[in-house]
């Protein structure tokens, strides 16, 4: 698939609260975005991008992969929630003007529950991982 650049038609999630600048790669069990973190972000601190905005850009990935599965199938979107995150390990924090790497896999999906793995990458080392079950909803978002 070529990178999709125009992430806000994946997500639901806007500005000032979007954590993915694009979306490299996705297929039914895998998706890769990209990131670049910014001064002006609302998860930089003291130069760096904190714990919450790692773990929403593991979510975001997962909601642009989402995303970009119902718009090749020509579905509708439907808004996902973070129901719980399980065994979080956040190694180090990425500085500005790092590029962040998130990959999210699917483990399992059962009715409208979707359990997944993330990582974090940023310059080829693992910075941050966990689970989520993402709980979607029947309301259409897009």
Not at 20 to 31: G, P, Q, V
Request: hydrophobic content about 45%; glycine content about 6%.
């Amino acid at each position: 698939m070529p990178v999709q650049e125009n992430i806000l038609s994946l997500i639901p999630q806007r500005p000032p609260f979007v954590m993915i600048d694009r979306l490299l790669f996705s297929n039914e069990n895998l998706t890769r975005c990209g990131f670049l973190v910014t001064p002006s972000n609302i998860f930089t601190q003291n130069g760096e991008f904190n714990e919450a905005g790692l773990m929403e850009n593991i979510a975001q990935t997962a909601a642009a992969g989402a995303g970009y599965i119902a718009m090749v199938e020509n579905k509708f979107v439907f808004v996902g929630y973070i129901g719980a995150v399980k065994n979080l390990e956040i190694f180090s924090l990425p500085k500005i003007n790092d590029e962040l790497i998130t990959e999210i896999k699917i483990v399992k999906q059962i009715f409208d529950v979707t359990l997944i793995t993330g990582k974090v990458l940023c310059n080829e080392k693992i910075i941050a991982q966990c689970e989520m079950k993402i709980f979607i909803a029947r309301e259409r978002l897009i």
